[in-house]
């Protein structure tokens, strides 16, 4: 069986939600070839933080480093993908119980914010705990990718979170759409663009099926098959 590829990135659009009070995304074209124009020339405007994102250090630091300084090697490799069934609230190592995590270096998490439409904000969504964290940086894991907007609570003002996963030099990947990916183990590649001096940028994160053993979907009991 060929390779299967599934984007799980969020469509980029100007009814693409963002956080709130943040920047929407917005366009405007310069040349138009219906006008005559030699070429389609557009400008964009987003935030950093737009759609599926890698945070930089420096969105949650007064020193940190910008996307174009971060290790790229963190974002390519083997990801484990869990669902869990937690709705809301602190997730914990609990919340894998009878989840196959063996040798996991990569953890992308899947909740049903990844059903929440592109335009519509998920209200009271799961967030990492640092107890979490440790559990995680004890396995040496180096990315932790989730489908809700932050991997800290909606309204936390210290990021708990965020900080203790740089603690264990632990990058992050935010709002990615899991929706039809069966839980097992992929090639994760979702590559951050080189910006200098801002704190964050979308990427297009995709998932590569590693051989012809594709994952298969959970059974019914939730427990999901590793590829």
Do not use: C
């Not at 389609?40 to 759609?51: D, E, F, I, K, V």
């Not at 300084?69 to 993908?81: C, E, Q, S, T, Y």
């Amino acid at each position: 069986m060929a390779q299967q590829i599934y984007d799980i990135s969020r469509r980029i659009s100007p009814e693409l939600v963002v956080w709130p009070g943040d920047t929407p995304f917005s366009y405007r074209q310069l040349l138009d070839k219906r006008q005559s124009a030699s070429v389609n020339l557009t400008t964009l405007t987003l935030s950093a933080h737009t759609g599926s994102h890698a945070d930089a250090p420096w969105h949650f630091m007064r020193t940190g480093i910008s996307p174009a300084d971060m290790p790229l090697d963190k974002f390519i490799g083997p990801a484990h993908v869990a669902s869990i069934d937690r709705k809301q609230g602190g997730i914990t190592p609990d919340d894998f119980k009878g989840k196959d995590l063996e040798g996991v270096k990569r953890l992308l998490i899947h909740t049903w914010v990844s059903d929440s439409p592109d335009h519509e904000w998920p209200e009271d969504f799961p967030y990492l705990t640092t107890d979490l964290v440790d559990w995680l940086g004890e396995k040496q894991v180096v990315l932790m990718g989730v489908d809700m907007p932050s991997v800290d609570s909606f309204d936390s003002e210290f990021l708990p979170a965020h900080h203790r996963m740089h603690r264990y030099d632990m990058v992050n990947l935010e709002m990615l759409m899991l929706k039809g990916v069966p839980d097992g183990v992929y090639e994760l590649i979702a590559l951050p663009l080189k910006f200098t001096d801002v704190d964050g940028s979308p990427v297009r994160a995709i998932l590569r099926t590693l051989d012809s053993n594709s994952p298969k979907p959970a059974p019914s009991n939730g427990q999901p098959e590793s590829a």
